[in-house]
């Protein structure tokens, strides 16, 4: 027997699928907080030492968390080349705005406190306000983009041909998903300053956490609503193979109003996923009001765990539905690598995922420590420093 039939081909497409959702995931957890804190920059502190201790919380490992997006991307390369092909020339503006807001925030970092001026500082909160919005508001009107459907087809060679543009990207409801993004990291952020921070910027933290745990809320039974009632959903009309060739064409589908809610009456377990949606967000507002700092932070994980599991498990087997041509639509079942190539990226997976979780445990645990307001030199994060 050949090693890499160990696992059948139909097992890895699904393995992989799981972790492309556990990178996102993590990514969304580990880097939204970074994010959320940047957008609360210029609010929850009001003086310059006050900002100073806010860009401290997060001056130690937001380098760290933004692998969480690199592995993703590069999951997304190698085990699902056509779903890269697709999204990254497809929405290529879009993607460009992201790396431009995440490029702005090291350099915001760096910069801040060249000059003493106070209009040269609050020039580089707003770029870091910057570089925290967009890319919370970009990844979630991605998502709605994606759940909406995309506009691409594929030609008999399976080559890629692309019929949108970036303006139709801003769609109403992908938008409506792009602010429940913004509210879902800006909480976590919130609840972060709450758990790293002391004194007035903790108690408007607490303020603003409130605020996004109940946009939170509300944004999430909107959009789930008018997925119901706006959005066609996917189905499979034809055989499935899940050890079948990669050939998105070799199959058939249809769409049908409220089809994305489908999985959810022939698997009832996959409703725990939204309800976690709701909970976390709910436990956020419990925990702020009993003050359990480390709760709400773990709380708003659960949150942000159970409103992006949903996502995937709403349109599986589908991870890129088109448009323009349903058939050539991307599922898990015909748009993966090899079965060889999925089996050797799990062997190397196994290894070293659980080293980068190890090593980014053993650095918080370290760094593990309340910003203080104590003299302006401590307030200076390790990035601002010469």
């Given at each position: 027997?050949?090693?890499?039939?160990?696992?059948?081909?139909?097992?890895?497409?699904?393995?992989?699928?799981?972790?492309?959702?556990?990178?996102?995931?993590?990514?969304?957890?580990?880097?939204?907080?970074?994010?959320?804190?940047?957008?609360?920059?210029?609010?929850?502190?009001?003086?310059?030492?006050?900002?100073?201790?806010?860009?401290?919380?997060?001056?130690?490992?937001?380098?760290?968390?933004?692998?969480?997006?690199?592995?993703?991307?590069?999951?997304?390369?190698?085990?699902?080349?056509?779903?890269?092909?697709?999204?990254?020339?497809?929405?290529?503006?879009?993607?460009?705005?992201?790396?431009?807001?995440?490029?702005?925030?090291?350099?915001?970092?760096?910069?801040?406190?060249?000059?003493?001026?106070?209009?040269?500082?609050?020039?580089?909160?707003?770029?870091?306000?910057?570089?925290?919005?967009?890319?919370?508001?970009?990844?979630?009107?991605?998502?709605?983009?994606?759940?909406?459907?995309?506009?691409?087809?594929?030609?008999?060679?399976?080559?890629?041909?692309?019929?949108?543009?970036?303006?139709?990207?801003?769609?109403?409801?992908?938008?409506?998903?792009?602010?429940?993004?913004?509210?879902?990291?800006?909480?976590?952020?919130?609840?972060?300053?709450?758990?790293?921070?002391?004194?007035?910027?903790?108690?408007?933290?607490?303020?603003?956490?409130?605020?996004?745990?109940?946009?939170?809320?509300?944004l999430y039974a909107l959009g789930g609503l008018g997925l119901w009632l706006l959005v066609d959903g996917y189905r499979i009309t034809s055989v499935i193979d899940p050890s079948g060739p990669s050939n998105?064409?070799?199959?058939?589908?249809?769409?049908?109003?409220?089809?994305w809610f489908a999985n959810y009456a022939t698997h009832p377990w996959m409703l725990l996923a939204p309800a976690l949606g709701f909970v976390g967000a709910l436990l956020v507002l419990w925990g702020l009001r009993s003050?359990?700092?480390?709760?709400?932070?773990?709380?708003?994980?659960?949150?942000?765990?159970?409103?992006?599991?949903?996502?995937?498990?709403?349109?599986?087997?589908?991870?890129?539905?088109?448009?323009?041509?349903?058939?050539?639509?991307?599922?898990?079942?015909?748009?993966?690598?090899?079965?060889?190539?999925?089996?050797?990226?799990?062997?190397?997976?196994?290894?070293?995922?659980?080293?980068?979780?190890?090593?980014?445990?053993?650095?918080?645990?370290?760094?593990?420590?309340?910003?203080?307001?104590?003299?302006?030199?401590?307030?200076?994060?390790?990035?601002?420093?010469?």
């Amino acid at each position: 027997m050949i090693l890499h039939e160990i696992i059948d081909y139909g097992t890895l497409r699904v393995i992989w699928w799981l972790l492309l959702g556990v990178l996102l995931i993590g990514f969304a957890v580990m880097d939204g907080f970074d994010l959320g804190v940047g957008m609360l920059l210029p609010f929850a502190g009001k003086t310059d030492l006050e900002r100073r201790i806010v860009i401290n919380t997060i001056g130690p490992v937001w380098e760290g968390n933004q692998v969480w997006l690199i592995l993703g991307g590069g999951a997304i390369f190698a085990a699902w080349p056509p779903l890269y092909a697709v999204s990254f020339s497809g929405f290529y503006l879009a993607m460009f705005a992201i790396l431009a807001a995440l490029i702005l925030r090291p350099v915001g970092f760096k910069y801040r406190s060249k000059r003493e001026s106070a209009r040269w500082r609050k020039n580089w909160d707003w770029v870091l306000f910057v570089g925290g919005f967009v890319p919370a508001l970009i990844f979630g009107v991605a998502v709605g983009n994606v759940l909406q459907g995309v506009p691409f087809r594929l030609g008999s060679d399976l080559r890629i041909f692309y019929d949108g543009t970036f303006f139709g990207l801003l769609n109403p409801f992908a938008l409506l998903c792009g602010l429940l993004s913004v509210a879902m990291l800006a909480m976590h952020g919130a609840n972060w300053l709450v758990l790293k921070s002391s004194g007035p910027v903790a108690a408007r933290a607490r303020s603003f956490a409130r605020i996004a745990a109940l946009a939170t809320i509300g944004l999430y039974a909107l959009g789930g609503l008018g997925l119901w009632l706006l959005v066609d959903g996917y189905r499979i009309t034809s055989v499935i193979d899940p050890s079948g060739p990669s050939n998105p064409l070799a199959k058939t589908v249809e769409t049908s109003a409220g089809g994305w809610f489908a999985n959810y009456a022939t698997h009832p377990w996959m409703l725990l996923a939204p309800a976690l949606g709701f909970v976390g967000a709910l436990l956020v507002l419990w925990g702020l009001r009993s003050g359990r700092e480390i709760g709400t932070l773990l709380f708003s994980k659960l949150s942000i765990f159970g409103i992006i599991s949903s996502v995937g498990l709403s349109m599986f087997p589908f991870i890129l539905p088109s448009t323009v041509q349903p058939e050539a639509s991307l599922t898990v079942w015909d748009a993966s690598s090899s079965h060889l190539t999925l089996f050797i990226m799990l062997f190397v997976t196994v290894i070293f995922l659980p080293l980068i979780a190890a090593y980014t445990a053993w650095a918080y645990k370290l760094l593990w420590a309340r910003s203080r307001k104590t003299t302006s030199q401590a307030a200076v994060t390790p990035t601002e420093r010469e």
